[in-house]
């Protein structure tokens, strides 16, 4: 195993108190954290070629390999609950293909301005589209590591909820 991705799968280990599963497919190695409080695996993908792809839930994350530093900083961040994963759901139950990662302290206690306001400013969704989805029933999801701590935004009436 590369000394990169050794030191990256030990770190992670440690970060997200659980074990990495490892598969090694010709020159690329995948490591699957599952997670313990039952969200979504955390995946790294190494190929010595490439950036390290990293996925916290949807999206796809990159990190030139000579950045392992700010890669670690944003797992442990993720990991502590300082950074949270926000998708969305319509209104018929389908999940988005795509995430975003916002601070966690700016996901609490949201209106619908301050909510319309994140979800651009961190390209989730732009303004109409996000008004469409909330006055159809869709709901803005919010994931943590701990998976405990999800919660969602719908709107009821004119006023946003937290559920």
């Not at 979504?40 to 792809?53: C, G, M, R, S, Y």
């Not at 994350?61 to 700010?70: G, L, N, V």
Request: aromatic share 8%; net charge negative.
């Amino acid at each position: 195993m590369n000394l990169v991705l050794l030191l990256i799968k030990e770190k992670l280990e440690n970060l997200l108190h659980t074990e990495a599963e490892t598969i090694t497919k010709n020159s690329e190695t995948l490591l699957v954290y599952k997670n313990p409080y039952g969200g979504k695996p955390l995946q790294v993908l190494f190929n010595p070629a490439e950036d390290i792809k990293v996925t916290l839930n949807k999206t796809p994350r990159y990190y030139q390999q000579d950045s392992t530093e700010r890669l670690l900083a944003d797992v442990k961040n993720y990991a502590e609950g300082k950074t949270v994963s926000l998708d969305f759901t319509d209104n018929h139950g389908t999940e988005s293909k795509i995430d975003r990662i916002a601070k966690a302290d700016h996901v609490e206690d949201l209106t619908l301005s301050s909510l319309i306001e994140l979800c651009i400013r961190i390209n989730l969704l732009n303004s109409v589209d996000l008004e469409y989805l909330l006055v159809n029933g869709g709901t803005v999801n919010v994931h943590f590591w701990n998976a405990a701590k999800d919660f969602r935004y719908r709107q009821i009436g004119h006023t946003l909820q937290k559920i």
